[in-house]
């Protein structure tokens, strides 16, 4: 291990990020400054890892989704997979349709013809 990589917990170096003129403030104000940034940085680390635990776990959502869409039995079927999901920079939808071509015109022909039937007893009564 690097001597220069740090494990764990490390202390906010509040000295580099002061404002100027801190020195000349009460001990008051000073807490209250140095509080403020604690709190911003705590929040600002937070938004940040929620934001990478989101992308993670859609990226997992994504891979299941194409693996389930690879394991299908594409003979004489017609599949439809849609995925909504949030990602650490926005929402994302993916909507797959696909199937056996060789199924799907001679089904497609026949609903047509059927519904043409359909609407030429209703017009010739």
Do not use: C, W
Request: net charge neutral; glycine share 8%.
């Amino acid at each position: 291990m690097n001597k220069n990589e740090q494990n764990g917990l490390r202390r906010l170096d509040i000295d580099n990020i002061l404002p100027t003129g801190f020195d000349d403030l009460t001990g008051e104000e000073q807490n209250s400054i140095v509080k403020q940034l604690r709190d911003q940085d705590i929040e600002m680390r937070r938004e940040l890892l929620s934001r990478a635990g989101k992308s993670k776990i859609a990226e997992h959502d994504i891979a299941v989704g194409i693996e389930t869409i690879q394991r299908l039995d594409h003979d004489k079927k017609i599949y439809s997979k849609k995925m909504k999901g949030e990602t650490g920079s926005g929402t994302y939808e993916i909507d797959i349709k696909g199937g056996d071509t060789k199924f799907i015109v001679p089904v497609l022909i026949i609903f047509s013809v059927l519904t043409l039937g359909v609407v030429a007893m209703f017009v010739l009564r």
